[in-house]
T-cell receptor
């Protein structure tokens, strides 16, 4: 059973396109996250949702819009993709106030 | 300022040698500390965590870490390296978010561990 899953695993697209990445967790956690990992492995939190409510929104361009239809799902929509958006995007989840996070396998986004 | 510093972006050891990966932190709240491992083309996996209980924490795969408040450190060790330990290792600490009303994890830049035969 996959605890945190993401689709797609790879995404290749052209500049200016709009794309979405989906994330689902079956751990019963109430907090979910999106991270961006660049080519140097630097890990940066983008968003966090707790029970479908946005609780962390770091300095991220507003081309990035998270959506949480329920507490088991957190999707990431990206408008007008740019070359600098190329990275691996990780979804993670945790139980609130516990902070131990469980990560998905990542989505490698390549913008050409 | 809240931060995590991992000293040494690349560490190389021989198989069977001691592994020591360094992590120093600064946090405006009492910290919870974590070490994660990332194998190539995979997500991050929790190795161990400190959450204000015992200061010497044992994790998976023979790793352990000691929380030293006076030194603001949480170094990761393993007595004998194995080839399968080659991976990227990340230290993380809880910190306040930008608005100051919630906690988040902040991450070190990672240490790439190479294990030589």
């Amino acid at each position: 059973d996959t605890a945190v899953s993401q689709t797609p695993k790879y995404l290749v697209t052209q500049m200016g396109n709009d794309k979405s990445i989906k994330c689902e967790q079956n751990l019963g956690h109430d907090t979910m996250y999106w991270y961006k990992q660049d080519s140097k492995k630097f890990l940066k939190i983008m968003f966090s949702y707790n029970n479908k409510e946005l609780i962390i929104n770091e300095t991220v361009p507003n081309r990035f819009s998270p959506k949480s239809p329920d507490k088991a799902h957190l999707n990431l929509h990206i408008n007008s993709l740019e070359l600098g958006d190329s990275a691996v995007y990780f979804c993670a989840s945790s139980q609130a106030e516990v902070y131990e996070q469980y990560f998905g396998p990542g989505t490698r986004l390549t913008v050409t | 300022a809240q931060s995590v510093t991992q000293l040494g972006s690349h560490v190389s050891v021989s198989e069977g040698a001691l592994v020591l990966l360094r992590c120093n932190y600064s946090s405006s709240v009492p910290p919870y500390l974590f070490w994660y491992v990332q194998y190539p083309n995979q997500g991050l996996q929790l190795l161990l965590k400190y959450t204000s209980a015992a200061t010497l924490v044992k994790g998976i795969n023979g790793f352990e870490a000691e929380f030293k408040k006076s030194e603001t450190s949480f170094h990761l060790t393993k007595p004998s390296a194995h080839m399968s330990d080659a991976a990227e290792y990340f230290c993380a600490v809880t910190a306040l978010n930008n608005a100051g009303n919630n906690r988040k994890l902040i991450w070190g830049l990672g240490t790439s561990l190479a294990v030589n035969p």
